[in-house]
């Protein structure tokens, strides 16, 4: 509560010989503050709040009825201290609350979903509706965060589609699906395995599950990535995978040739070694039997890639 001391009133008196009419207001028991004659016949100074309708009562400015006729005419100017701050706050209340009510609702109606808007195509529009609809993702309902890679991830599975987003912007979700401008190929839908035995040096996924760790040996047939997306909740979505992997792979074998290039032809072909793999070293030494040819090399798997 503020203090009636420090709430004050700037009033102005006016009629001939105003000091006369704060001598009157002296003999009331009602202090002045802050007096300056501005006119010869006019005095401003300040009272406290709680001493207003004191002076009003000893020279009413009309606002009594049957007041008549009064030598001093009083008029309020404005309050002083604190309370001109009171008395700002209290003409501009309604402004004041109605700006809290809509910044409140704006924060309230930030969580909520008004509408879906697609960029790119929309011939997957009804996929994905209904992917988002499952997820709890709809119009007019809370937006639940962390369901977005969950849409993608079922977006992308689809036939062409090569890129998905899912964003919400104020009361808006964006999704956006492009499909591939290239023909559609053959997708293997399987899960991605070792063709090759060696060492796992890089392991690149887009899609599915990584099941190897880099820098650890694998053996040809083994799983690399597995075929399905993980979910928060500990769900399995069904995806096709999208991955490349690199082997680095050795090749040690004694080979039955009489020329050390026809050796290296054979332990190539067996080893099989394609264009798109390096040889980083090569070895081959004279036997008895032939030649022992020695090849470190690096594959290059992929699938759907």
């Not at 809509?102 to 509706?129: C, M, N």
């Not at 072909?269 to 980083?280: M, P, R």
Request: charged residues 30%; hydrophobic residues 40%; contains cysteine.
């Amino acid at each position: 509560m503020i203090a009636p001391s420090l709430w004050k009133v700037r009033l102005q008196i006016m009629g001939l010989m105003p000091e006369r009419a704060l001598l009157r207001l002296r003999r009331a028991h009602v202090a002045v503050y802050n007096v300056k004659k501005i006119k010869p016949d006019c005095i401003v100074f300040n009272v406290k709040r709680e001493d207003e309708e004191k002076v009003f009562a000893i020279y009413p400015d009309g606002r009594y009825e049957g007041a008549g006729y009064a030598p001093y005419t009083v008029r309020k100017i404005r309050s002083e201290g604190l309370g001109k701050y009171v008395e700002f706050f209290k003409r501009r209340m309604g402004l004041f609350v109605g700006a809290l009510l809509a910044f409140a609702l704006i924060l309230f109606s930030d969580r909520y979903v008004f509408s879906v808007e697609f960029i790119g195509t929309d011939v997957y529009k009804r996929e994905a509706l209904i992917a988002l609809e499952e997820e709890g993702i709809t119009p007019f309902s809370p937006y639940k965060n962390g369901k977005e890679d969950i849409v993608c991830a079922r977006m992308l599975a689809l036939d062409g589609v090569e890129f998905c987003s899912v964003k919400k912007s104020g009361n808006r979700v964006f999704v956006e699906v492009r499909l591939s401008p290239f023909p559609t190929r053959f997708t293997d839908k399987g899960t991605m395995r070792a063709k090759h035995t060696g060492k796992l040096v890089s392991l690149t996924v887009l899609r599915g599950t990584p099941l190897a760790e880099i820098g650890k040996e694998v053996l040809a047939g083994e799983e690399l990535v597995g075929n399905w997306f993980s979910t928060q909740e500990g769900e399995q979505v069904r995806v096709e995978p999208i991955a490349r992997a690199s082997i680095a792979c050795v090749y040690d074998e004694e080979i039955a040739a009489e020329k050390e290039e026809c050796a290296f032809a054979i332990a190539y072909l067996e080893a099989g070694i394609q264009d798109t793999d390096g040889v980083t070293k090569k070895e081959i030494i004279k036997t008895d039997g032939g030649y022992r040819v020695r090849l470190e090399y690096t594959v290059v798997e992929s699938i759907n890639f």
